[in-house]
């Protein structure tokens, strides 16, 4: 089962919940081994299978519910500040353990989150991003400065209030 | 401030993603600036921060293993079951037969009949095994161990490899184009498999030894047509094709060698892949 560790971790944090990232999991297997025939040989295979989970859970419940009240890329439109930021990320960094960050992580939305976690724990190439997202590559760009920076700024909001 | 235009790209610097020159001039520019070179650094440990902390979910044993027993064996499994039906069905219709007819027919035709039963359930494992093969690569990560679309590539991949030698048919002015090619063993013999594309639909072509398959697969089959195959649809007398797989599937000897065409394309693509290959060797 190619990816299968991957994958589990990728649908638990879009779905926060272990029980439904196993059903997603086995429902994207389910359709990956059902339209094998669309994957064509020489093409990312890594990126196709995590297009069909991200959509899987794009059509569920919860990922209905998690996209429904975040705007379509407003960030296209938009020029992106440098991400120069009052407080030094090496103060944030001391500052917060794993956890915090975890818990800052989730509370990213659902787009930011994706993107963030296929290019650091995932370490996709921004090419490979946009192919599992469907997106332009400047969009690609976009959305992981606009997903840093939320999440930097949700550290900074969470320090203060320790 | 100087360094603006330096730090708005900083992240996709550190990402690996800009142009080689780009990259190029952003290392020197890192290694003479102080405050670049510090926003560098703490970038990355907050890159790695979430890289370590978004490892966070592992799935349980017995989560693995409920996905490998309902997702990965389900083809092969279901497969086999079909085919250990269909030769069930074989066993049950010849013997039904040799009751009815058991009073009229001389016991020398009762010997032949159940050699017949015999061969069709032997040719139809074969045809299950190639069946599995077929799927099994499909829904393996990497489907082929030589990648290539030039028939000049692919053949001598093979050299060293299979005790034998084959003809890969020209597929210029065809719809078909070769994928690639890999290893295959049946029964312990090994021999080619190619993949070919038609139209988005993956077909296999295998070739072995003739004799290193069963008899059953070049016996007379007039009495295939009640089973699973039906006879003499190419140009020898020995090709078969398949009506109840869940695939079409062609098969034939020629020259020693035993080819089997497969695949979801319709038959006429199957026929087609055949014709080629049977024009080619």
Redesign the interface.
Known sequence: MPHFERLYNFACWLTQDRLEAEDLVQETYAKALKGFSSFQPGTNFRAWIYKILRNTFLTSRTGLKATATVPLDPEDEEEISPSVSETPESILLQRSDGQFLQQAMEQLPVAYREVLLLCEVEEMSYQEIAATLAIPIGTVMSRLSRARKALRDDLRVRLQKR | ?VC?SW??KL??YL?G?LPAEEMRTFDAHVRGCVSCAA?A???I???R???????????SAE??K???Q???P??QRSFRLTWILAAAAVVLVAAALTTTYMATRSARDQVSRDEVSRNQASRNQVFSEIADLHVAT??S?S??DV?STDRHTVKPWFQGKIPFAFNLPELENTQFSL??GRMAYLDQTPGAHL?Y?VR???ISVFIFQERAMPPSLSAKSTSAKSTSAKSALGADDNSLASTDLPFNMETWNQGGLRYFVIG?ASSADIDGLAKLFKSAS
């Open positions: 401030m603006e730090k708005a992240d996709t990402d993603e926003d650094l703490t970038r440990q907050m890159k921060a979430i890289q370590v902390a978004g490892k966070r979910f592992t799935p989560f693995r409920r996905i490998q309902s997702i990965a389900k083809p499909l829904a990560a489907p082929v990648v994928v690639g993949i594309d988005k639909h993956h979801d």
